[in-house]
């Protein structure tokens, strides 16, 4: 799903926007001020996303991918582990909301999870939106 739109509602509320880059395969996603960014370079996967004198910033919500979720919050993501090792940084080092945005249809009955996959807070669906119980990613 397209995060431009809700990006757009979330500038207009005053919010400041930051987009991930990454600097490494193995290494956390930095995030870079938007508006410090007139021109976007490619990050190592060939991602554009805002150059290295683009101010850096540690962000309080995550618009994370999705390809699949469930009930429960977990996410299946794009592979590779960068997202997962980007919000563990997050979550310990600080308060960090994580949203996924995604359509309906990719809701499963069951994401298999392994202990270094981090949940979703909530998820963002055309038919609206849901959070999910912290008290369920006990283990």
Excluded: W
Excluded at 45 to 66: K, N, R
Excluded at 85 to 105: D, H, I, M
């Amino acid at each position: 799903m397209d995060p431009g739109p809700l990006m757009s509602r979330l500038a207009e509320a005053g919010c400041k926007l930051a987009l991930p880059v990454a600097i490494g395969k193995d290494s956390p996603l930095q995030f870079r001020s938007a508006v410090d960014a007139p021109e976007l370079v490619c990050d190592v996967f060939g991602i554009p996303s805002p150059p290295e004198v683009a101010t850096m910033v540690i962000p309080d919500l995550v618009i994370a991918p999705v390809l699949a979720f469930d009930r429960s919050g977990a996410r299946l993501g794009q592979g590779g582990g960068l997202f997962d090792r980007t919000l563990a940084l997050l979550r310990s080092s600080g308060n960090v909301f994580v949203l996924g945005l995604a359509y309906e249809g990719q809701r499963v009955d069951s994401v298999p999870a392994e202990p270094h996959d981090e949940p979703l807070d909530a998820i963002l669906t055309e038919r609206g939106y849901t959070e999910f119980l912290k008290a369920s990613r006990c283990g």
